[in-house]
């Protein structure tokens, strides 16, 4: 019998590409940061429509008007799916961009991984809003662990701890933005 090292079925980070597609040329953080921003912008939806559920049923205290009748909690989820659908669109456009010249030269500029970190970090930014204002907009019904949105938001602001989304990153992305060379490798 034949024995594989773990080395056989995975690779490390800073691993040399051994693939010849163009798609497995991208760098090691455009291929996992986007994957964030996406996750948190899923949090957030599922943020969006478990407020529009309570909203539907609940009945805040000290008050005879349902919570959907609230114009607070009609501003929120306003304000809500317009950061998670915007940040949606900007994350989807950039990863294009980035894509079809990858899978055309097997070449990604330098400011084309600014933008997808860019994208990335502004879909956890708006994901975490989000989810906040929802998160208040539901009361104390958000605190328990039976409702969703308690686990939406301790998941996004979990997401907001990993390093490639850091706020830092910013600084990065806008040397290059800038026209300058970028202040980390892992760009």
Known sequence: ?????PDT???GFTDPHVLPEPRYRIPPFSRVIPGLGAMALGIARTAIETLTEI?????PERTTQ???DNHGAQVRVSQAESLVRSARLFLFDTLERFWRPLI?????TMEARAHVRLAASHAVSSAVQAV??????AGASALYTSCPLERAFR?????TQHIGVHPRVMETTGRVLLGLEPDTPLL
Do not use: F, N, Q, W
């Not at 055309?104 to 990604?108: D, K, L, R």
């Not at 906040?132 to 907009?137: A, K, M, S, V, W």
């Open 132 to 137: 906040d204002l929802l998160y208040i907009g």
């Open 104 to 108: 055309a030269t097997g070449e990604v």
């Open 66 to 68: 349902m919570l959907r």
């Open 155 to 159: 998941d996004v602001h979990a997401i």
């Open 55 to 59: 909203a539907g049923a609940k009945t």
């Open 1 to 5: 019998m034949m024995c594989l090292c």
């Open 9 to 11: 079925y995975g690779s």
